[in-house]
């Protein structure tokens, strides 16, 4: 079951990516539900920077995982991250860029509009 598709501008949700394919859904957007407890929410700009600091945390978004289905992550991939590791990532001085028009309304329950305009790249 997913929510209605709006993005944080208040305008329809745009893709995110769709190669490597990401959201929760995985339909190339950044999508939620009920069942998505991580609120995989924000369409992120991926860096060696922030997928860094992801490894470091314990989510490794970068090594290849073929028994997921999941390639790996690398620098300039787009993914539909956790609303909260992004406030995390900001806070650390490493947040990636991000789109907003493919950032779901949800994310503002989590992050300020005032913080994602700081790394939007639309």
Not at 69 to 93: I, N, S
Not at 96 to 120: C, E, F, G, I
Request: charged share 20%.
């Amino acid at each position: 079951m997913q929510e209605e598709s709006i993005n944080v501008l208040g305008g329809a949700l745009e893709g995110c990516s769709t190669a490597p394919m990401t959201g929760f859904f995985r339909n190339g957007c950044c999508d939620t539900g009920p069942m998505d407890r991580g609120m995989h929410t924000v369409c992120a700009l991926m860096t060696a920077e922030f997928l860094a600091l992801s490894k470091y945390l314990g989510n490794d978004l970068s090594t290849p995982r073929p028994e997921y289905g999941f390639v790996g992550l690398k620098p300039g991939d787009r993914w539909c991250l956790c609303a909260a590791r992004f406030l995390q990532a900001h806070d650390e001085g490493a947040a990636p860029k991000v789109r907003l028009a493919a950032t779901h309304q949800r994310t503002l329950d989590v992050v300020p509009l005032a913080v994602l305009q700081l790394y939007a790249t639309d």
